[in-house]
């Protein structure tokens, strides 16, 4: 009897289907799993490579795990060690690279006191030596390369004898057409009219003035204060009683200023209006002091500046019978330009091809700025790339105005990728210390390479020796760009505290117009929630400045802007109370002129009041 075929008994597949799908993904998802478990692992390695020991010795205990992030200390940290001065600065054993700290910071997001660096320029009184060859022409032109470029291409310009020469920066028009000016109102006369009994110096007292004054002028370390005061002292009109060597020194001392202003500019001009009225002639620097002093009577050049240097200029040419220069030209486009009139710019710019004047150093470097102001970072670009192709020598101050171009054009990124090149060309090229100059050397500087590259255009062996005693590295100018940029329109505390931090590994001591800038930035963006600039932070800065300030650090003396930002700073994130001591102390330490002092408080007038009338009422809310 056969056996009946057993049929096979059906189960769920669910089990089944489960076991399968768990088979087949078991790869994936511990290959998955791997992957998020060791990606911090594999991250740190590449931050921190592993090194293997040279000797076989047992194992190192791990390390404490790094501190927790605290902005406050990476801020009043730096700012502190910015502030220190060089002679109370402890000296480690080893001096760190350029841009160590900045990676560390990044690194721990911490900054540690105990491995602060030593300044460059006290390591040693005897130079080192040059740790490599001197900037290339390939490499000068490498410095402001980023990204692509809206001129020709990189591998173009490798091979110069190969290709056309670039085309010029400003196409001049081919039009002869002179630029001709309306007649404009006169300027008022500042000083009064020459009294009728000009004599010769007969009295005593006229004497003993004309022979301090000359003594004082004689002086080269004589200010724009010491010859105005001397010469204050001479009976008016004092020009009438000094020789003609002794004018010309009197108003090259007057036009020797850091920074031109509203008095300096009736102080010259007083001199220049008592020679016109006595028919003692000008020469082309004079009236290229006055140009400009006519134009930076204000703090920016406006319209009315503008007018009032074409004026001048008409005056020079149409009335003394003076020829304009190569320099009165660079002054008129430099006030066109930074007045934002950019056609009279180029009208300026076309006189000067008209007249067949060359363009020299102080003109290139001025047509890097013009880009910027313009908003074209391109533009900014190939003015640099002209100013090399034409020979010049790049400094320091050159790059601090492709930095600054860059920034007003927008490319902060770009600005930023220079800066980290000029550190490079420090580690690479120089390996020196960096000289810090005052306000007069690198004009003085300038002129000489100016002059050098003309000299020396069919010498290129005495060119490259100059081109070998420059410096690239960052200055204090280049750290107040960044740090006004940052605290005037970006807002990044952080970042000012790490370019405080590099300023102190690089031996740049501190300077009142950062304290400035700084100060401008907590007015900017403190007295709100949820921001960086708070109280405390500015309570840190005022003890650096209050320490910058008795350890008498370079341009650490209390001014007339100082006092005001200050004002403004504590007003807007402290207390009213806490205000008025802020002024209290700084009127105080400010030896301030009655006119200097009055025009500060006019402007700080509706602060001071509110401050005064609200003292002893509750306070109002801060942020600390």
Known sequence: MGRSPVKPVRRPGGPEVLTFLFTCFQPVVLGLAGILKESPMKAATRKHPYVPPQTTTAPSPPSPPPPPTNDDNIFIDGLIQACQCRQHAPTPSTVATVGQLYRR???????????????????????????????????????????????????????????????????????????????????????????????ELSEPRECSAVDRLVSILDDPDCTHDEAWTAYSAVRSPGVAYLTEATRRRLLQRLATIQKKGKQPM?????????????????????????????AHCFERISAAGVQAALLLWKEMEQQAKVKSGNVTFNILFDIAAKAGKFVLAEMI?????????????????????????????????????DFVEAGEIVDTVVMNCVIASLIRAGELSAAEQVYERMKRVLRQHTGRRIPHLDWREPRTLGRILNRATRQYK????????????????????????????????????????????????????????????????FKHHGGVRYTAWTKSHLESVWDSLLNALDQGLNEGKPDKWMTVWAVRAFATC???????????????????????????????QNILTEAVGEVGKSPRKTYV
Request: proline share 8%.
């Open 574 to 604: 402290c207390s009213h109370e806490r205000t008025l001591q802020i002024w209290e102390e700084l009127r105080t330490r400010w030896k301030a002129r009655v006119e200097e002092l009055e025009q500060v408080q006019a402007m700080l």
């Open 105 to 199: 910071a990044q690194r721990r997001n911490i900054y540690n006191n105990g491995r602060q660096t030593r300044f460059l320029h006290r390591a040693s009184t005897v130079h080192r030596p040059l740790l490599g060859a001197p900037l290339s022409h390939d490499e000068c032109l490498s410095m402001v390369d980023y990204y692509t470029e809206d001129y020709s291409t990189q591998a173009t310009w490798q091979n110069p004898d190969r290709t056309p020469p670039p085309p010029p920066l400003i196409p001049f028009p081919k039009s002869t057409e002179t630029l001709t000016l309306e007649p404009q109102p006169t300027l008022p006369s500042l000083p009064p009219e020459p009294p009728d009994d000009i004599d």
């Open 458 to 521: 069919y010498h290129p062996i005495k060119l490259q020796q100059i081109r070998e005693e420059q410096f690239l590295a960052p200055s204090r100018h280049t750290f107040t760009i960044f740090v006004e940029h940052h605290a005037t329109h970006t807002g990044e505390l952080r970042c000012i505290a790490t370019l405080l931090s590099e300023m102190q590994e690089l031996g740049i001591p501190m300077t009142g117009r950062i304290f400035v800038k700084i100060f401008k930035g």
């Open 266 to 294: 009736f102080r010259y001009l007083s001199v220049v209006d008592d020679m016109k009225r006595l028919d003692i002639p000008l020469v082309e620097s004079e009236w290229n002091s006055a140009i400009a002093f006519a």
């Open 349 to 385: 710019l076309k006189e000067m091809e008209v007249r067949g004047l060359h363009i020299n150093r102080f003109a290139r470097v001025g047509f890097i700025y013009y880009h910027g102001l313009k908003g074209d970072g391109g533009g900014v670009r190939r003015a640099y790339r």
